[in-house]
């Protein structure tokens, strides 16, 4: 038995469990979106895991710290011109929008958590709100630990709060009328449930909300357009960051002549989900000289691995010390082209050389107990804080096997978390 009361219960304690008849009116919550939590259970069999996270409050409050410290660096100018100067163009364009949800991604380790990467478009935050909502104690002392932290109504709130903050920056006190969220091909994307509780949000705010491919986006002299419609705000699901695709181009001019807010947007991709600048936020004597205030750089040396930016100079080095190393594109997402240096081949290492990759320190996940048919399953977890201007708003977890989360595994998926007190 373990002697840390936050591992003993994410070994031992199954009698928090997701409340399938909250769960399905939390999904089900208007016509749009009625039939939801069946369809579900027939295509996301694994989107939502079987049993919550405990996570100790002292963790909570380190990735708070974590989340201040990185705003406060990016708030320097020079780490935001070493950041600028190898982005694209676009990125140097500033609309005023701070760049909408980014997603904080932690293992959690003996020691505490660990940063392991930023993301612009995090997945999951409004299934979260729902999920929160829907959970099940069986017991009285885990009963008093539902709806924390940040409950799914106060997400909610919070969720809006954020997009209307992101249109209050470039439009000042218009009102927001119409919202667009954009993806390619929507209704194909795994989190496309996501978009459909997404609108449902910003509709039951007042707010008429569209889901559609950038495809169907114009611009002329009514401004941006979607089925002969003004789009105001741009919710920006793309993975395309820089918005250089040709058929982006409406968003994309869209976007420089400020006829709609776009969140998030390139410059906000550049400045925080770039994994290079995991390398300059763990780089305590360039942070000394930028003017980062010594708190500042203790809580970044302390939660960020140490990441390095791979370079054919230190190939040797590098190839040497692959096994405790981790390997990601700078800009990459989703895990795509990510690999453990004890997996990797010769053919992928000269990829890695040729391409832009950072080699992060190896940080190992944490697991939870979780029951499948009948016994129980070690899966890996990861934490995902949602947070918008330099506040976490919320913490959600996801359970997975293999490399990366995949919601692919028996019990696995986005988890709910609590916190003892």
Known sequence: MSADPIEQLNTECFCVTVDAAALRHE????????????????????????????????????????????????????????????????????????????????????????????????????????LARAQRACCAPVLSLLGQPGDGADLQDALFAAFLSEWRRQRGDAPLRRVAIVDESPSSQYLYPEFLLAAEL??????????????????????????????????????????????????REAYLAAVAVVTPHPRAHALYADKRNLALLGDAERLRQWGADPATIETLQLVIPPTRVVERAAADELWGRRRELFFKPATGFGSRAAYRGDKLTRRVWE???????????????????????????????????????????????RLYQGQTTNFRTPGGGFAAVLCPP
């Open 27 to 130: 999904l089900d919550v208007d016509a749009a979106t009625r039939g939801l939590y069946d369809r579900l259970r027939e295509t996301h069999a694994y989107l939502f895991a079987h049993a919550p996270i405990f996570v100790s409050r002292a963790n909570v409050s380190t990735m708070a710290r974590l989340v201040a410290a990185v705003d406060a660096v990016v708030a320097l100018p020079a780490y935001r011109e070493a950041a600028l100067s190898r982005a694209p163009e676009i990125a140097r364009f500033e609309p005023g929008p701070l760049g909408g949800l980014l997603g904080f991604d932690f293992h959690v380790t003996p020691q505490g958590p660990r940063l392991i990467e930023i993301n612009t478009n995090p997945g999951g935050a409004f299934l979260n709100a729902a």
């Open 202 to 251: 910003f509709r039951r705010r007042g707010v008429e909300a569209t889901i559609c491919d950038p495809g169907e986006l114009s611009l002329g002299s009514e401004g941006l357009q979607q089925d002969g419609k003004p789009v105001d705000l741009v919710y920006n699901r793309l993975t395309d960051f820089s918005l250089g695709e040709p058929a982006h181009a409406p968003l």
């Open 351 to 397: 990829e890695i050389l040729s391409g832009d990759y950072v080699a992060q320190q190896l940080v190992p996940p944490s697991a939870r107990g979780v029951q499948v048919d009948g016994r129980i399953e070690r899966l890996k977890l990861d934490l995902r804080c949602y947070v918008h201007d330099g506040q976490l708003l919320s913490v959600a977890a």
